[in-house]
């Protein structure tokens, strides 16, 4: 038994020592931590967007793609269209800081049968109006 351990371990060295392989091992051990707050606003994108106040998403599905489970999505005033589905548990609301943010921060589920679809526990939504779903 200790031959075939201590085979494995040459092999295993000599693998880790490839560059290939560590290149692969640099790559897992440098993956991001998704963070807890996230931001979403109508001059956001969700294709440059970071998540952070500075740079935000453009969609609330995206937001709460990328944010933590237990983290907190602020939806900056302005209407997201189409149906958001809430997956795990978040927090989603309206930015606190704004005017009339509830009257002004709106998912719009035209055409949708829920503006907004929850299929997890802990999830809590507010300041948030929601309308036009059938």
Request: aromatic share 2%; proline share 4%.
């Amino acid at each position: 038994m200790k031959k075939k351990y201590i085979a494995g371990s040459a092999v295993a060295c000599a693998l880790l020592s490839s560059p290939l392989l560590s290149t692969v091992y640099a790559d897992t051990t440098s993956a991001s931590v998704a963070p807890s707050v996230v931001y979403v606003s109508t001059t956001g994108s969700d294709t440059s967007g970071t998540g952070t106040q500075v740079s935000p998403f453009a969609t609330i599905n995206t937001a709460l793609s990328k944010v933590a489970t237990n983290g907190t999505v602020i939806v900056e005033p302005g209407t997201d269209k189409g149906m958001v589905t809430i997956t795990k548990p978040v927090t989603l609301e309206s930015d606190p800081t704004a005017s009339n943010a509830t009257a002004n921060t709106v998912i719009d589920g035209t055409g949708q049968n829920h503006a907004v679809l929850i299929t997890s526990s802990d999830v809590t939504v507010q300041g948030l109006t929601m309308e036009n779903a059938q």
